[in-house]
């Protein structure tokens, strides 16, 4: 087979799994019992069929079989009727036709078993059951039938005649039936459960039975199939494949909350009166994994070895099916409602993989709260300022249209909110000069933020305060006796404790004191709430690792949906405005702001006037923070799946070393866990994103909890390992 014969997605593994199998080994991780971590690798197959020539088609699957076992495919879905081809027409009811599929079945069984090749495999091919000539999907694994489903539902209307050949799925009374040999369950009510492979559990809907209102899928789910394997002879007609890739694939996986696995006839099929497209794609809980395009096998139809044929190969999440599915209290009643009006039976087997872990079939974005594409990224930029601009407008409204204030640093946060505010006031008919920006310079403000924040301020036509709050946290230090940096200010100026820090830099450096900077932010927050109705500026995630000060810029003001944003989506917002609504000085201001590090500007800057205190150099890349918030957040996963998945990701804006990412971890959790009591309270404000730490809401949680449990074992170093396979893949390249 050609080079470009099969686009399988699969990224050389590099072997890499041989090293972290070692790693799972020494490092014996508690509780790690799948080294897949959680993930099901599902695969796709488009044949070349001959109308009616089982033998053909029987061969072209069996070669099939090398790909699935190369690829360590878990299981496979071939197309409807995929033996005989779709489109035999009446030739169905020849008995040649209907002995050479069942011998072909047979046949196959056995290939699969000599093969190697341990995944489960889903054939479509005509069976005659109770006298009556039904349209039949067969599960095989290593030489076994594990059941046979029976379409419910054959269409016969507009250019589709399967009624005039096969029999509805209600005709069946029989629950098994002898093939090879075996006795086998038969049914439109399996579902297939690996007892090895948590949650591993497939259910084969097949093409009309899930167009319907009666979708075979729902109850599929609701008895615990986590995975759905279609295999379809739909044809191509204009418009179809959206309808196919959004309603069927994303659609029903989303609303399945499962993996789903479509795959429709293609190359070989008769073109008397339609076109058969071929068309695959695979979708994991709503979102679209891999997808082939409608007649891309025209293109390769020619070549001797291609032959038109394609496989799509991808990784199913199971660990987050199942974590929704339990959270979802709405999907547990409707289920157990579903199951009492439609059971299903369960057909258990082994998928007996060899517990060697592999390369990752998907694609892990470094920025899972930002879109990919630039026409979804313009299109959830969009959406989160409008849902912003709802909030705020609704909320000034609601409070008798005040004076907007907002306490602008020339910090991301700030400068987001202060973008909302000017879409606030115009979308409330009021002039700019309705917003008050107020920059309140502190210790360590830094001669770059401040300039930017007086030319946004003046560039965008807002009212201007500048409020210096050196003297003010200076005298309420004093008057609380204290000594900052363990300096007794005590009738000192604000130059005089200036002069004093810095000499006390020079023999002492990387001072620290917690209090010193709490009394600014709690001056700040003070001036900004006291002046009128203000607008609060924090982001998700330094809320969720306490990077805030209590009751200071922990609330920062009176309204703040912008909470709910993780701080890579506050990026990309300002990003898109500055690129798409602002020009001259505003514009370079905002790229200026995006370009300097992130920091709350609380410790004295250096001799030169810089940022001395940078928040990533402290908790980690905000990228890898946010990255480790939405899957430990959003999908409860455990800390060694999410250090997986830190490897594995793609966009990273350098490559991070395992004993950073490590650290980052570790400080992250506990983080989390003991910084909690701040992100319990908060000031109100609608959800933006997907995420949220709402007590009250999403995120309901205790602020004493250990971290103790999502920790990494002490000693955690795979950077050894790394070496090692850095060494293999220049062998091996």
Not at 37 to 62: P, Q
Not at 70 to 99: H, I, M, N, W
Not at 277 to 295: F, M, V, Y
Not at 305 to 320: F, K, M, R, Y
């Amino acid at each position: 087979m050609s080079k470009n014969a099969l686009n399988s997605g699969v990224k050389p593994e590099k072997l890499r799994t041989t090293a972290l199998q070692q790693l799972l080994k020494q490092q014996k991780l508690a509780g790690l019992s799948d080294p897949y971590f959680g993930f099901a690798r599902v695969a796709a197959c488009v044949i070349r069929t001959k109308i009616a020539d089982v033998g053909w088609n029987l061969d072209r699957h069996v070669r099939m079989l090398r790909r699935l076992k190369k690829d360590k495919v878990d299981g496979a879905v071939f197309p409807e009727l995929s033996l005989t081809a779709y489109s035999c027409g009446r030739y169905f009811q020849q008995k040649s036709v209907r002995d050479a599929a069942r011998s072909a079945l047979v046949k196959l069984a056995k290939a699969t078993k000599a093969s190697g090749y341990n995944g489960v495999i889903c054939v479509g091919a005509p069976l005659v059951i109770d006298g009556a000539l039904f349209n039949c999907m067969v599960a095989i694994c290593r030489g076994k039938f594990l059941g046979v489903s029976v379409k419910r539902y054959p269409p016969g209307y507009d250019e589709f005649e399967e009624t005039k050949v096969f029999s509805y799925g209600d005709a069946l009374t029989s629950t098994e039936m002898k093939l090879g040999g075996q006795i086998v369950p038969v049914g439109t009510d399996l579902v297939f459960e690996a007892e090895d492979a948590e949650g591993f559990a497939f259910a084969m809907p097949i093409c009309e039975d899930d167009w319907t209102i009666d979708a075979s899928s729902y109850y599929f789910a609701a008895n615990g199939a986590t995975i759905m394997f279609n295999g379809s002879g739909s044809n191509e007609v204009i418009g179809k494949q959206r309808y196919r890739a959004e309603h069927q694939m994303v659609g029903m996986s989303s609303r399945c909350v499962a993996g789903y696995v479509y795959v429709s006839t293609g190359p070989g099929e008769s073109t008397t009166g339609v076109v058969f497209s071929g068309h695959c794609g695979i979708a994991d809980n709503g979102t679209l994994l891999a997808e082939t395009k409608p007649l891309e096998w025209v293109k390769t139809f020619g070549d001797a070895e291609v032959l038109g044929e394609s496989i799509i190969v991808a990784d199913i999440d199971l660990d987050h099916i199942a974590y929704d599915r339990m959270r979802m209290n709405s999907f547990v009643r409707s289920s157990a409602s579903l199951r009492r009006k439609y059971p299903c039976r369960k057909v258990l087997f082994t998928l007996e993989r060899d517990n060697k872990p592999r390369g990752l079939a998907r694609s892990i974005s470094a920025h899972p709260y930002v879109p990919q594409s630039k026409e979804a990224l313009a299109e959830v930029c969009q959406k989160l300022v409008s849902i912003k601009l709802a909030a705020d407008i609704t909320r000034l409204t609601h409070v008798g249209l005040p004076d907007v204030w907002i306490a602008v640093s020339g910090g991301l946060d700030s400068t987001a909110r202060l973008l909302d505010a000017v879409k606030a006031v115009e979308a409330l008919g009021l002039p700019r000069s309705k917003v008050h920006a107020v920059t309140m310079p502190g210790f360590g403000t830094s001669g770059r933020t401040y300039n930017n924040v007086v030319m946004l301020c003046q560039a965008l036509g807002v009212t201007f305060h500048e409020i210096d709050i050196k003297p003010l946290s200076l005298a309420l230090m004093q008057s609380m006796g204290y000594k900052p940096f363990g300096i007794d200010i005590q009738g000192m100026t604000v130059e005089e404790f200036i002069e004093a820090y810095q000499e006390k830099v020079k023999i002492l450096k990387d001072l620290k004191d917690t209090g010193f900077e709490n009394a600014q932010a709690h001056v700040r927050t003070l001036v900004i709430t006291r002046l009128g109705f203000a607008l609060g500026t924090a982001d998700m995630s330094e809320a969720i690792i306490g990077w805030c000060t209590w009751l200071a810029d922990q609330l920062g003001g009176h309204y703040n949906p912008q909470q709910t944003m993780p701080k890579t989506l506050v990026r990309f917002q300002v990003q898109w405005q500055a690129d798409n609504e602002f020009d001259g000085e505003a514009r370079a201001a905002l790229l200026d702001i995006l370009d300097t590090p992130v920091s709350p500007e609380l410790l004295p800057t250096d001799a030169q006037g810089n940022i001395s205190q940078k928040t990533d150099d402290i908790n980690g890349p905000e990228e890898v923070r946010d990255f480790m918030m939405r899957y430990f957040r959003r999908f409860g996963d455990r800390q060694e799946k999410i250090m997986y998945l830190l490897l594995q990701a793609e966009g990273w804006k350098r490559e991070y070393a395992l004993a950073e990412l490590t650290a980052w971890w570790q400080r992250f959790i506990t983080r989390v866990m003991e910084q909690r009591y701040k992100s319990s309270t908060r000031v109100e404000g609608a959800q933006v994103g997907s995420d949220s730490l709402d007590p009250q809401g999403n995120w309901m949680v205790p602020s004493e909890a250990s971290p103790a449990v999502w920790k990494l074992p002490e000693g955690f170093d795979i950077t050894p390992f790394l070496k090692k396979i850095e060494k293999q893949v220049k062998k091996a390249e």
